[in-house]
């Protein structure tokens, strides 16, 4: 679990780890969510929170002269606190510049079928013999159509995060350009019948 991420209540005024005390005497409960939904249920729609990792957890409680108890994807006793914010209570955000962001050369890799409103794309791993995870990467979504079939779904990552996209993927190599038997390549729409 040490580089997952989790999800920690904050405060709205520090923005600090919001620290709840217990019954015991220099004891502390840190609220800790894997996800932004069970946290959104369980403290309200507008629950201040941060991004974290366990280890940063470990090092924080290592810092304070308390026991720290970690509550993950626990329901809080406090219930919703945090309703939903009002959105006209928000200034309009100011115009977006009209220069566009400077280039960087990207990479096309295939990937499962994503739909609209997805957060996570979950690469395509393909193998040479059983157990064998390779992460294949084009130059262009043409090349990976040509070399995965023309219904393959394919997504464009920076070419400077390969290594830790084949790594985050548990991919044990990647293939420039490589090319896959006729009877693995997408040739027909996919069908994920577990997203019906």
Not at 48 to 65: G, K
Request: aromatic share 8%; proline share 9%.
């Amino acid at each position: 679990m040490g580089g997952e991420r989790l999800y920690v209540l904050v405060e709205p005024e520090h923005g600090g780890p919001e620290l709840s005390p217990t019954e015991k005497d220099n004891e502390l409960c840190l609220w800790l969510y894997t996800g932004v939904r069970l946290l959104i249920e369980s403290r309200g729609d507008g629950q201040p929170y941060a991004a974290t990792t366990a280890a940063e957890i470990v090092t924080l409680a290592a810092e304070l002269d308390v026991t720290v108890l970690a509550a993950i994807d626990m329901w809080h006793p406090g219930g919703a606190r945090y309703p939903e914010p009002d959105r006209h209570d928000f200034d309009p955000l100011e115009p977006l510049d009209d220069q566009p962001p400077p280039e960087e050369p990207v990479v096309w890799i295939p990937t499962r079928p994503v739909r609209a409103g997805d957060r996570r794309v979950n690469a395509e791993l393909h193998g040479t013999r059983a157990g064998e995870k390779l992460l294949l990467v084009f130059e262009s979504p043409e090349q990976a159509w040509a070399a995965c079939g023309q219904f393959q779904a394919v997504s464009a990552i920076r070419a400077d995060r390969i290594d830790k996209i084949a790594q985050d993927c548990g991919a044990n190599g990647v293939v420039f350009n490589g090319w896959l038997d006729e009877d693995v390549r997408h040739t027909a729409p996919i069908v994920d019948w577990l997203r019906r």
